[in-house]
T-cell receptor, first 113, second 114 residues
Framework: KAGVTQTPRYLIKTRGQQVTLSCSPISGHRSVSWYQQTPGQGLQFLFEYFSETQRNKGNFPGRFSGRQFSNSRSEMNVSTLELGDSALYLC????????????FGPGTRLTVL | AQSVTQPDIHITVSEGASLELRCNYSYGATPYLFWYVQSPGQGLQLLLKYFSGDTLVQGIKGFEAEFKRSQSSFNLRKPSVHWSDAAEYFCAVGERGSQGNLIFGKGTKLSVKP
């Protein structure tokens, strides 16, 4: 099976712009989670989608949003970018086994100038 | 609130030496427990997991971890480290019944001396 894929891998934006990141889960996985990784805060949970519905949300401002499509692919959007949004954004997918075993993609490195 | 502590930010071991990376968690019940590894510029790879049952779990690449309920710990071990094990290691906790939200420790960076 192909793993989790994320596009683009690298992105450079300027403050005030918006950005959309994409994630394709492992085939058959219906849950997609997003995490932000920074040197200072580490790995922090953004939100999780299952069957096109957001089931769980971390403690991030409303500028961070996401959605999931009927084929389980997911996108996350960050509006009005700030310098502090520079991070590695990781997507993970899991099956519906209930054990929360997540498989991660390679991430999208976002740099905000 | 749940939390995960990895007390060692950076560890250096010699190739061939044994390794133990520490992980302590704070959680009201027995959570799901995971160890992930991340190489520079890469995503996270699952090394092993604990859900229930035998408290000593085996993972990939020769790693194992032991769940100790009394100590709220889930330490990762490897009897003989290889240079290719140099990476950052993350312990994570998942809440039973709550999908999609893993809580991670800050990570331990492992360096391997030749």
């Amino acid at each position: 099976k192909a793993g989790v894929t994320q596009t683009p891998r690298y992105l450079i934006k300027t403050r005030g712009q918006q950005v959309t990141l994409s994630c394709s889960p492992i085939s058959g996985h219906r849950s997609v989670s997003w995490y932000q990784q920074t040197p200072g805060q580490g790995l922090q949970f953004l939100f999780e989608y299952f069957s096109e519905t957001q089931r769980n949300k971390g403690n991030f401002p409303g500028r961070f949003s996401g959605r999931q499509f009927s084929n389980s692919r997911s996108e996350m959007n960050v509006s009005t970018l700030e310098l502090g949004d520079s991070a590695l954004y990781l997507c993970a997918s899991s099956s519906t086994s209930g054990y929360n075993e997540q498989f991660f993609g390679p991430g999208t490195r976002l740099t905000v100038l | 609130a749940q939390s995960v502590t990895q007390p060692d930010i950076h560890i250096t071991v010699s190739e061939g030496a044994s390794l133990e990376l520490r992980c302590n968690y704070s959680y009201g019940a027995t959570p799901y427990l995971f160890w992930y590894v991340q190489s520079p510029g890469q995503g996270l790879q699952l090394l092993l997991k604990y859900f229930s049952g035998d408290t000593l779990v085996q993972g990939i690449k020769g790693f194992e971890a032991e769940f100790k309920r009394s100590q709220s710990s889930f330490n990762l071990r490897k009897p003989s480290v290889h240079w290719s094990d140099a990476a950052e290691y993350f312990c994570a906790v998942g809440e039973r019944g709550s999908q999609g939200n893993l809580i991670f420790g800050k990570g331990t960076k492992l360096s391997v001396k030749p």
